[in-house]
């Protein structure tokens, strides 16, 4: 059965990014590709692997996300409802201005609250781990925030591209 779900899933991101490839190829030259994603996504796992995290360790960082897994619930769903009122007041007829503003307030109230919990939980799981695997978690955390900025600069191209 889990043979067929992981068939299922492959085939489903395959064709999701292969309805994405045109509008990635339509991208400026040494814009990213379609798979950008599933590369960073497999390249993460071997580099999580390779920072050799004890059985101990993982349940101990398990247990710090799940001592904390009810209010980083709240927060995120918080945040979440958050923005999509931003989204219904841009998207309603005419501009209010005023709702806008306070809705996006209240968006910005609800990420900083939820940003500061993780950085609690973050901090307290980071504790777990030595001081080696922490370097290598920042490395790991550099080589995302690089990829995010590519997939960035390969839509800034495609906009550019296609708006003129």
């Known amino acids: 059965m889990m043979m067929m779900t992981k068939a299922i899933l492959g085939t489903a991101l395959l064709g999701s990014s292969l309805a994405v490839a045109p509008l990635v190829g339509a991208a400026k030259a040494g814009a990213p590709g379609p798979f950008l994603v599933l590369r960073v996504v497999h390249e993460v796992k071997e580099r999580a692997e390779a920072l050799n995290i004890t059985p101990a360790q993982k349940a101990q960082i398990k247990s710090v996300v799940r001592a904390h897994k009810g209010e980083l619930r709240v927060a995120a769903n918080r945040a979440f409802e958050a923005r999509m009122a931003v989204a219904d007041a841009i998207h309603q007829d005419g501009v209010d201005e005023g709702l806008i503003r306070q809705r996006v307030q209240e968006a910005a109230s609800a990420q900083a609250d939820l940003a500061v919990l993780r950085a609690k939980v973050r901090a ?41």
Do not use: H, M, N
């Open 124 to 164: 307290e799981a980071r504790g777990v781990l030595t001081p080696s695997q922490r370097q290598g978690a920042d490395q790991i955390r550099e080589y995302v925030k690089g990829a995010v900025y590519q997939l960035r600069t390969g839509f800034q191209a495609f906009v550019d591209e296609t708006l003129g």
